[in-house]
């Protein structure tokens, strides 16, 4: 390295001057070294890099793959408008119906239960020797299972039906106005509703 003896002068490298190169030749390798290393190293992510499949920027979900998910209401407005159509294709005229029910809430359950009703008496005297009654009510309810094919299920005492928010009755002989009369009045006893909950439509030629 004869640059490093210009760096420390011309001539014969001893004392002081030696150690110095000696330092200079260390930094240097050591400097090689780290560059040596840094290089392999990108060449490893860089193969690396190559080696994995490369990443969607997008992933598109298929309905099939998130399934709707449908509450206890849902369903009933489903089964309900189901089998409404059914009864209002039967109505002479009316064609082709489809039929969309919403309802308030979802049909309400209620269980037996036994109950009993207790009352509790305790006197109690205070340090000034005057005495007071205190009287406490206790009311337990227990649920009523009976048991079938050796599994014990609770006992209905009794079932509210849902309360229908509005219908939607679309019909191909609906542009008729006798056959969309008793389409009207049909889903108004069917469903048991006021008559402003019913809208009666005719279905869009061609759809």
Not at 48 to 65: F, G, N, Y
Not at 74 to 98: H, I, P, R, W, Y
Not at 124 to 151: A, F, I, N, P, Y
Not at 173 to 182: C, H, I, L, Q, Y
Request: proline share 4%; with cysteine; net charge neutral.
């Amino acid at each position: 390295m004869s640059w490093l003896k210009k760096l420390v002068g011309d001539g014969e490298v001893d004392g002081p001057k030696k150690e110095q190169l000696k330092k200079i030749k260390f930094m240097v390798l050591g400097a090689a070294l780290g560059i040596g290393l840094l290089f392999m190293g990108s060449l490893g992510n860089e193969k690396q890099a190559q080696s994995l499949p490369p990443t969607p920027d997008k992933v598109e979900l298929k309905a099939s793959d998130n399934p709707r998910t449908q509450t206890a209401m849902a369903s009933e407005e489903d089964f309900m408008a189901e089998k409404l159509c059914e009864m209002l294709e039967q109505v002479d005229g009316a064609g082709k119906v489809k039929v969309t029910i919403r309802l308030e809430n979802s049909t309400q359950t209620e269980y037996a239960i036994n109950t009993s009703t207790g009352k509790k008496t305790t006197q109690e005297k205070d340090q000034s020797g005057g005495t007071r009654t205190l009287t406490e009510d206790t009311d337990t309810g227990q649920l009523v299972l009976v048991t079938r094919s050796g599994e014990e299920t609770p006992v209905l005492s009794r079932e509210i039906a849902p309360a229908v928010a509005g219908v939607l009755v679309v019909a191909d002989g609906a542009d008729d106005p006798n056959v969309k009369a008793k389409l009207f009045r049909a889903t108004q006893v069917a469903l048991g509703i006021e008559p402003h909950k019913v809208i009666v439509m005719a279905r869009k030629a061609g759809a």
